[in-house]
């Protein structure tokens, strides 16, 4: 998959409405983690440099019916302009006349952010007559929210229809290592899957099974290939529509996957719960999976450590609860210390690379989960399919 480059373009004098992902998690008003905007910073800069007035538009959250207060893009207007060092105004809509009139009036080295887009219903639906009025605020248009790039909707897809449009460094990046890990990898190539269902993975694990060289499963997911090889699996969480599959990827892929010999186990799904070490093959009845052991933890560092390129989708375990986040850890910590290119796909993994530490010593950490997911499954991602329609 490949897109149009802002490398390629002359944007002096140009109003450049750059779609940009400024989802990001808010406590009180206040934002607990700005990388999705320091992402971003890269493509404002470079517009600026050349000469470009900038457009910057975003959702937030999942707000209904209209705007509500605690979806305003405020908080991160007001995180914009220190980063950028000058005022981003926030502007009262994203569409209508008011909106038009400021932004026809931007000069070169001038930078605005439209309130939530997701504030009209057209957005998601991606509605012609929205995307049109969007267009009509600017000259060209960038897609920089790789997050959202799996979504066609009318900001990050519908609106390439009307004007000349290009990726921007963040996507450029996320094509870049996303695309290098799957089709022309370092290898060894290791893939780590976690997370709770099966079924949930199935398009990803059909995808990249025949190019890895070794897969390791953890997280909820275990437990549907253990029940699979006739384990009992207590109260864990199974995916009973998929053992079927999980046997027959078993049975065809013996020496690919690699899957836990010990579990963190617990009478209940609570962080206070007093948890025990047992082997797979030894699980009680009445207890709950809620990670992998440590000497699983240990085998899954050690075929880290020896890959060229690891890629890392989904938590072995419940890692928001410190009993239950060994597992987790080790992974990213052997990641952290492995020479391999090392990706991590968005989500819940980059949230736990995140509070673990480990973030920075990553060779790349997905700004989008769904995105990344649906990229590394090899579909085609509607908001960079969309871009180059337009000549300039």
């Known amino acids: 998959m490949t897109a149009p480059s802002i490398r390629d373009f002359d944007f002096s004098g140009k109003r450049v409405l750059v779609r940009c992902d400024f989802n990001v998690p808010l406590e009180d008003g206040k934002i607990t983690d700005d990388r999705r905007i320091t992402e971003a910073i890269p493509t404002i800069t470079f517009l600026l440099e050349k000469g470009a007035s900038v457009i910057l538009c975003s959702h937030l959250g999942r707000p209904k ?6 979806f305003s893009l405020k908080p991160v207007a007001i995180r914009l302009s220190g980063l950028l060092y000058k005022e981003v105004p926030l502007l009262p809509d994203c569409v209508g006349a008011e909106v038009e009139a400021v932004c026809k009036g ?29 267009a009509n605020l600017a000259d060209f248009y960038v897609n920089d929210a790789f997050g959202t790039a799996h979504r066609a909707h009318a900001s990050t897809a519908g609106v390439a229809d009307y004007l000349p449009s290009a990726a921007g460094f963040l996507i450029d990046k996320e094509i870049e290592y996303l695309g ?9 190539l290791v893939a780590v899957m976690g997370g709770s269902k099966v079924h949930d993975k199935i398009a990803l694990i059909d995808n990249m099974l025949p190019k890895v060289d070794r897969l ?50 617990a009478a209940e799904f609570k962080p206070d719960s007093p948890a025990t070490v047992v082997a797979t093959d030894s699980m009680p009845g009445d207890q709950i999976g809620l990670d992998i052991g440590p000497a699983s933890s240990e085998a899954f560092a050690k075929v880290i450590l020896e890959a060229g390129t690891v890629i890392w989708n989904g938590p072995m375990g419940v890692f928001e609860m410190d009993a239950f986040a060994g597992g987790t850890k080790a992974v990213a910590k052997a990641m952290a210390d492995s020479e391999a290119l090392t ?14 530490g480990y973030a920075d010593d990553m060779s790349h950490v997905s700004t989008g989960g769904g995105a990344s997911l649906e990229f590394l499954e090899g579909k085609q991602l509607p908001g960079i399919a969309a871009l180059g329609k337009v000549n300039p």
Do not use: C, W
């Open 106 to 134: 931007l000069k070169a080295g001038d930078v605005v952010l439209l309130e939530n887009v997701r504030f009209h219903a057209e957005e998601e639906k991606n509605d012609p007559a929205f995307a049109q009025q969007l």
């Open 216 to 265: 390791l499963i953890g997280g909820g997911m275990v437990f549907t290939f253990l029940k699979a090889q006739g384990m009992e699996i207590g109260k864990s969480l199974l995916d009973a529509e998929s053992v079927e599959y999980a046997a027959g990827l078993l049975k065809e892929n013996p020496d690919k996957i690699l899957l836990p010999t010990d579990i963190v186990v």
């Open 343 to 356: 990706i991590v796909g968005g989500g819940d993994s980059a949230a736990a690379v995140e509070k673990f």
């Open 180 to 188: 290098k890990a799957v089709n022309n990898p370092k290898r060894p």
């Open 65 to 70: 019916g209209g705007p509500a207060p605690e």
